[in-house]
């Protein structure tokens, strides 16, 4: 999938630090103009610790412009992305995989 330069960047730098199995883009804020002004990625990560991986993330990638993280691991996306009306689940209908 093509994505903004800038949602791009901050996929590229996850995976510099990350060994992310997935990064699907589900949310995706334009200005009139068309620029991105905010996003959000779910990322499919194999962690113990999910929340310190993103409070890693959001401390360390520099980004002009808001985004939001949302991790799951694997065994977490397996199970819920298939269950109908989980946020996952629309994630999966909805998002766009960016890489992985």
Same mark, same amino acid.
């Given at each position: 999938?093509?994505? #903004?330069?800038?949602?791009? !960047?901050?996929?590229?730098? =996850?995976?510099?630090?990350? /060994?992310?199995?997935?990064? +699907?883009?589900?949310?995706?804020?334009?200005?009139?103009?068309?620029?991105?002004?905010?996003?959000?990625?779910?990322?499919?990560?194999?962690?113990?610790?999910? #929340?310190?991986?993103?409070? !890693?993330?959001?401390?360390? =990638?520099?980004?002009?412009? /808001?985004?939001?993280?949302? +991790?799951?691991?694997?065994?977490?996306?397996?199970?819920?992305?298939?269950?109908?009306?989980?946020?996952?689940?629309?994630?999966?209908?909805?998002?766009?995989?960016?890489?992985?």
């Amino acid at each position: 999938m093509q994505c #903004s330069p800038i949602i791009q !960047q901050v996929a590229d730098s =996850i995976r510099q630090r990350y /060994p992310v199995e997935q990064i +699907i883009l589900y949310n995706e804020k334009h200005a009139v103009t068309g620029e991105t002004t905010s996003f959000k990625l779910c990322l499919i990560l194999d962690t113990r610790r999910p #929340s310190e991986v993103e409070r !890693q993330l959001y401390l360390t =990638i520099d980004c002009d412009i /808001p985004f939001d993280l949302l +991790i799951y691991t694997p065994a977490q996306w397996n199970h819920l992305k298939n269950c109908e009306g989980s946020f996952a689940w629309r994630i999966a209908q909805t998002g766009s995989v960016i890489d992985g």
